[in-house]
């Protein structure tokens, strides 16, 4: 049974020991939005037929629900090719063709930080956001709309290094809170000057190097805090509990409930 929220609460596909299909429809009288997991590598896909294309657009209908897509996490988006268009950039609008009719919320999106590893200059951080700034653009064409791309904060480089391509284009933003916290930095701050521009938030534990984990994990206070927040702000995007297991996503779900519940 969904409750009424001010922001839709979503999970991931992928929390039941099951195919994606089996998930969405044990899910969807549970939450308001799915984050739709899609792969396709070394021959394997999950992407969906025009069957499965169908049956996810009536669950939607009949249940409220909205999907957020999670583009392949192997895209190379800000490879530095001289301009020119990656071959990754062909498997996400693959992707985004295969589920555009589903009007997803958001195409969350990650900015590959290959070239940010070693040796960075100022003159490889600028060429690195301009064939980021391209390559976005290149997928915005393809889902026609730069405001549903979400772009991802990841834990292995800085979001200080994409965060001035908001100048540049309209796109909105994914904030991963499990991904600041295995950075070892607070993510309220950023979330409070950016929550205009972010379209989905990620909520997840982290522990031992491990993250994806349950709520629990979450330091003390962090999510009545960021409850609070998304209440203060009026957000009305999505708040995706993005764990994969039935065991942490009840909990986790039960935990934000509890807690909107104590809330006049």
């Known amino acids: 049974m969904k409750l009424q929220l001010p922001f839709r609460l979503g999970s991931t596909s992928y929390v ?29 896909s999950n992407l969906p037929s025009q069957v499965i294309v169908a049956e996810l657009k009536a669950l939607a209908s009949a249940h409220n629900l909205t999907y957020t897509v999670h583009l392949p996490l192997d895209l190379r988006v800000a490879a530095c090719d001289d301009g020119q268009r990656h071959s990754s950039m062909d498997k996400a ?32 951080l600028a060429r690195w956001r301009d064939q980021a700034a391209l390559s976005l653009e290149m997928i915005g064409q393809e ?46 701050p950023y979330l409070q000057a950016l929550l205009g521009r972010t379209r989905v938030v990620h909520l997840h534990g982290f522990r031992d190097g491990r993250d994806h984990r349950g709520l629990d994990l979450l330091p003390d206070g962090l999510l009545t805090q960021m409850l609070d927040l998304l209440l203060a702000a009026h957000y009305h995007g999505v708040l995706t509990v993005e764990v994969f297991t039935e065991h942490h996503f009840s909990r986790g779900r039960e935990l934000i409930l509890t807690l909107m519940g104590e809330r006049p």
């Open 16 to 44: 039941y020991p099951a195919d994606m299909m089996t998930n969405v429809r044990r899910l969807s009288p549970l939450v308001d939005d799915v984050e739709l997991v899609l792969f396709e590598v070394d021959g394997q």
């Open 143 to 188: 889902v026609g709309d730069l405001r549903l791309l979400a772009v991802e904060n990841l834990e292995n480089y800085d979001p200080q290094a994409f965060l001035p391509l908001l100048d540049r284009l309209p796109v909105s933003l994914c904030v991963d809170v499990g991904h600041f916290l295995k950075r070892g930095e607070d993510t309220l």
């Open 93 to 124: 609008c693959c992707v985004i063709r295969s589920t555009r009719s589903l009007n997803p919320w958001a195409y969350v999106i990650h900015l590959d930080g290959t070239e940010l590893q070693v040796g960075l200059t100022s003159a490889t």
